[in-house]
């Protein structure tokens, strides 16, 4: 299990990285309440913005050479974004 204390310090390494997108209960009929996230207005349509950029956060200084390069999926948008 992740600590309380290592999500606040990612939430503070990536302030103003990401938008705060809203929370949406969906209403249909089922056995539970639905919510969606909607991460797809984050403003580079990524899903993993956060994950993205508090990793890049935590990079050391010098990376590998093309470290900052290699793309898969959307984290694409999301390093380029945190690496800014």
């Known amino acids: 299990m992740i600590?309380?204390?290592e999500i606040e310090a990612a939430?503070?390494?990536i302030a103003g990285a990401a938008v705060r997108t809203p929370l949406?209960?969906?209403h249909v009929e089922?056995?539970?309440e639905?919510?969606?996230k909607l991460e797809n207005?984050?403003?580079v349509n990524s899903f993993k913005i956060r994950g993205?950029?508090?990793a890049v956060m935590l990079a050391p200084a010098r990376a590998p050479e093309g470290a900052g390069h290699r793309q898969r999926r959307e984290h694409?948008?999301?390093r380029r974004v945190g690496s800014a």
């Open 3 to 5: 600590a309380l204390a």
């Open 11 to 13: 939430r503070e390494r």
């Open 24 to 26: 949406l209960r969906l």
């Open 30 to 32: 089922a056995p539970a």
């Open 34 to 36: 639905i919510y969606l």
């Open 41 to 43: 207005l984050q403003p």
């Open 52 to 54: 993205a950029t508090n």
């Open 76 to 78: 694409g948008p999301g």
